[in-house]
């Protein structure tokens, strides 16, 4: 079983930095895909930024050059640096991890909210 636990959210102005940590529990930590969701109010939930057991990352469009993801396998932590936040980067953050050796998401933390205020 893999537990999430997010924080770093918080209320920031528009401009201003975040960053999210996600602390892990669970098994072969480092041979999982971790990643980052968020849903906005009343938008579908989408994947903001992933990174694979390798290293490699991949990021939505709409955050590319704004946001960084990072892992820590030794502690078993992924982090979501925002910068140049945007109001329309307003919603709650989800840890995300992967069965081991897959890059398909299957479990997800309780979130944390962000607020971007203009």
């Known amino acids: 079983q893999v537990q999430l636990v997010e924080s770093g959210g918080g209320l920031v102005q528009a401009g201003g930095s975040l960053r999210l940590s996600c602390a892990a529990s669970?098994?072969?930590?480092?041979?999982?895909?971790m990643g980052w969701y968020r849903q906005g109010p009343g938008k579908q939930r989408e994947l903001v930024a992933s990174?694979?057991?390798?290293?490699?990352?991949n990021y939505a469009d709409s955050v590319k050059g704004r946001f960084t993801i990072s892992r820590d396998n030794a502690k078993n932590t992924v982090s979501l640096q925002m910068n140049s936040l945007k109001p329309e980067d307003t919603a709650v953050y989800y840890c995300?991890?992967?069965?081991?050796?897959?890059?398909?998401?299957?479990?997800w933390g309780q979130g944390t909210q962000v607020t971007v205020s203009s």
């Open positions: 995300a991890a992967s069965r081991a050796y897959s890059t398909v998401f299957a479990y």
């Open positions: 669970g098994s072969q930590m480092s041979r999982r895909t």
């Open positions: 990174i694979f057991s390798g290293g490699s990352t």
